[in-house]
């Protein structure tokens, strides 16, 4: 090892206290001390210990300092024989777009109108949505789901770059309960077959082009390979649709009689309407990730609701001390 090179204990860089103390983790601790654990000290390492030995109240103040909303219930953490036994805000009742919504607080001029989203292709090319565009957009989204049956615990899957429509169709789902799962476009047939075909999905969102490397790629003749597979897809919505990519698009049609296809700017662009956010348990399904694949048939993985809220929320405002104006790039 280069000589110049710090040794594993030496300190690159410490704030001083006047800095350590506005930062979020700093003011949860003390958020801690002022209701369960008076005691807690002031490391890093007295917060760690606090969170091992006091799931349910570290946790509820995870809750609360993040602001999710939603109705925690009274009853935090419920040990069982195991891990898999035990019980995380069993009363819960909570909604994951609400949560990153926020809807009750869009009467605000400023909140409305701050930016929520910013996606951007390798073209330089920018979509930006405030806060109240991507509910607006959300809500119609929702709706549309749901004329076409899509009921809480059913699959909604996409086959999507990432772009700001993939953040729409994602909240959308979770708005009315429904279970989200992605493949990029990139992938093979049999890759996306390999997914989708363990969890029965009722509609399925893709792109009709996209840009990767430079190049335009149109991925709907792969996707109608596949919907001759994923016997359970009943409706097909199609971002982007351009004068190029109509005739291809025409080969989803073309399948079945039984699969209908819609222009997700017809729905986008449709009239705002009211919406109503069901809350859902804290261990309800939000979205499917898969395994890598390498030894078989990727294995699904389910993450749930409340516990993804709250990951996010503590990794985001504690570990990575984000607050208002920020931006987070992903």
Not at 156 to 162: Q, S
Request: with cysteine; net charge negative.
């Amino acid at each position: 090892m280069p000589a110049s090179l710090p040794s594993e204990s030496t300190i690159l860089w410490k704030p001083d206290d006047k800095l350590a103390a506005l930062t979020n983790i700093h003011c949860f601790a003390q958020l801690l001390r002022e209701t369960t654990q008076p005691d807690l000290g002031s490391r890093y390492e007295d917060l760690h210990t606090a969170s091992v030995s006091h799931r349910g109240d570290f946790w509820k103040a995870v809750w609360e300092f993040s602001g999710i909303g939603g109705d925690m219930g009274n009853r935090f953490f419920v040990p069982g024989t195991s891990s898999l036994d035990a019980k995380w805000f069993p009363d819960a009742a909570i909604n994951f777009a609400e949560a990153m919504l926020k809807p009750s607080q869009l009467g605000d001029a400023a909140f409305a109108n701050a930016i929520a989203l910013v996606a951007t292709n390798e073209m330089g090319e920018r979509t930006v949505l405030s806060r109240i565009e991507l509910y607006d957009q959300v809500c119609k989204v929702a709706l549309f789901l749901s004329s076409q049956g899509v009921r809480a615990g059913d699959r909604v899957v996409a086959v999507i770059p990432n772009i700001a429509e993939a953040v729409v169709g994602h909240l959308a789902a979770a708005a009315i309960g429904a279970v989200w799962s992605s493949c990029s476009p990139e992938f093979g047939e049999d890759a996306i077959c390999d997914r989708f075909g363990q969890i029965e999905p009722k509609v399925m969102i893709t792109a009709a082009e996209c840009r990767y490397g430079g190049k335009v790629v149109r991925p709907i003749a792969k996707v109608a390979r596949t919907l001759e597979r994923l016997t359970t897809i009943t409706t097909v919505i199609v971002i982007g649709l351009t004068e190029q990519s109509k005739a291809e698009s025409g080969k989803l049609t073309d399948l079945a009689v039984t699969i209908k296809q819609f222009d997700w700017e017809e729905i986008a662009q449709s009239n705002t309407v009211s919406f109503e956010f069901e809350r859902f348990s804290f261990d309800h399904p939000l979205c499917i990730l898969y395994s890598s694949g390498t030894t078989g048939i990727p294995k699904c993985i389910v993450h749930g609701v409340g516990g993804t809220l709250l990951q996010h929320a503590k990794e985001h405002l504690l570990h990575c001390d984000l607050k208002v104006g920020d931006t987070l790039f992903y």
